[in-house]
């Protein structure tokens, strides 16, 4: 069965710091990637995604992952990180039968 | 309506009592989701529907949980003979349907159960 797993359970950054979260798959046939985040207190919402072209995905407020097909990630990176970053990251993966898998997320403290 | 509405936004009931959870997507989204989440994990996927037919139930756990979408719009998750270990976060999410899986889901703020 597929599975996604983020390796950071907690990160603590300063602000300005850059940020790489990891997220690795397990599905060997076509996959669309995801990043989604949840600020305290609001809705899971869709940071960006992959499903075909160009591997390098660009988001909102400034994130982008990058699809490495044969390490099988999908890792999320931010240049300089705010205190208004802080939040739940979570990697998801969906194929064709539109299940989707997501990590068990990895929490964000940006300290300012 | 402007997002996906989830009714309640908090459930607390007894062990062995019966539950049903509410969901209103997007107006227009064909495709509706139901995810579990419990503490310190992600959503867990349970059920999808394609317009009024459950397309894949292979996430519900068991067959004291069953859902609804009688007209293809609001749905119901019914759980029965609820048990401790069902106390989670219920997430909903709607899409379009028109993109198959690579289209985006928009979550609701989802109904907490605990069950005593």
């Known amino acids: 069965a597929q599975s996604v797993s983020q390796h950071n359970h907690h990160v603590i950054l300063s602000e300005a710091a850059s940020l790489e979260l990891g997220c690795n798959y397990s599905?060997?046939?076509?996959?669309?990637l995801f990043w989604y985040v949840q600020y305290p207190g609001q809705h899971l919402q869709l940071l960006l995604k992959y499903f075909s072209g160009d591997p390098l995905v660009k988001g909102i407020k400034g994130f982008e992952a990058e699809f490495i097909k044969s390490k099988f990630s999908f890792n999320l990176r931010k240049p300089s990180v705010q205190w208004s970053d802080t939040a739940e990251y979570f990697c998801a993966v969906i194929t064709n039968n539109n299940d989707m898998r997501f990590g068990a997320g990895t929490r964000l403290t940006v300290k300012p | 309506g402007a997002g996906v509405s989830q009714t309640p936004s908090n459930k607390v009931t007894e062990k062995g009592k019966y539950v049903e959870l509410r969901c209103d997507p997007i107006s227009g989204h064909t495709a509706l989701y139901w995810y579990r989440q419990s503490l310190g994990q992600g959503p867990e996927f349970l059920i999808y529907?394609?317009?009024?037919?459950?397309?894949?139930d292979s996430g519900l756990p068991n067959d004291r949980f069953f859902a609804v979408r009688p007209e293809g719009s609001v749905s119901t998750l019914k759980i029965q003979r609820t048990e401790r270990g069902d106390s989670a976060v219920y997430l909903c999410?709607?899409?379009?349907?028109?993109?198959?899986?690579?289209?985006?889901?928009?979550f609701g703020p989802g109904t907490r159960l605990t069950v005593l």
């Open positions: 999410a709607s899409s379009s349907g028109a993109g198959g899986p690579a289209d985006t889901q928009y």
């Open positions: 529907f394609q317009g009024t037919g459950a397309a894949d």
């Open positions: 599905y060997g046939g076509t996959v669309n």
